[in-house]
């Protein structure tokens, strides 16, 4: 079992940033997919971005937020980030941060894992999300 909670939604202007925390706790010494997830209401949860926590892991960004936000874990792999620059009014959204896995994979076969990382069906744990509302 993997517990998450988020922090660091709010309100911010049209081309302003904010910054989310994911703190974990439970099995998370074995691999997951770490992602930060949306959904607004009506719609379907998307993958905004996530990040594989195997050894040279890797990184998957949506091509909404692809050259704005950044996905990053601390060292100790139990506290996850996005930075989320140059916000857009689209962007506002309940931002949840989620875990799939665990995940057995070698090296290897990382680039098999991109996928699974981007689909949403593939979280498992949640945490109970953090809202984000841009305005003009």
């Known amino acids: 079992q993997v517990h998450m909670v988020e922090s660091g939604g709010g309100s911010a202007q049209a081309g302003g940033s904010l910054r989310l925390s994911c703190a974990t706790s439970g099995d998370t010494e074995r691999d997951y997919c770490m992602g930060w997830l949306r959904q607004v209401p009506g719609k379907e949860r998307e993958v905004v971005a996530a990040?594989?926590?195997?050894?040279?892991?890797?990184?998957v960004y949506s091509d909404s937020v692809k050259g704005r936000f950044t996905i990053s874990q601390d060292n100790t792999k139990n506290t996850a980030h996005l930075e989320m620059n140059n916000l857009e009014l689209e962007d506002t959204a309940m931002y949840y941060c989620a875990a799939a896995g665990p995940f057995t994979i070698a090296k290897e076969g990382y680039a098999s894992m991109k996928p699974v990382c981007s689909a949403s069906l593939a979280y498992k744990y949640w945490g109970r999300g953090t809202q984000v509302t841009v305005s003009s």
């Open positions: 990040i594989y926590t195997g050894d040279g892991g890797f990184t």
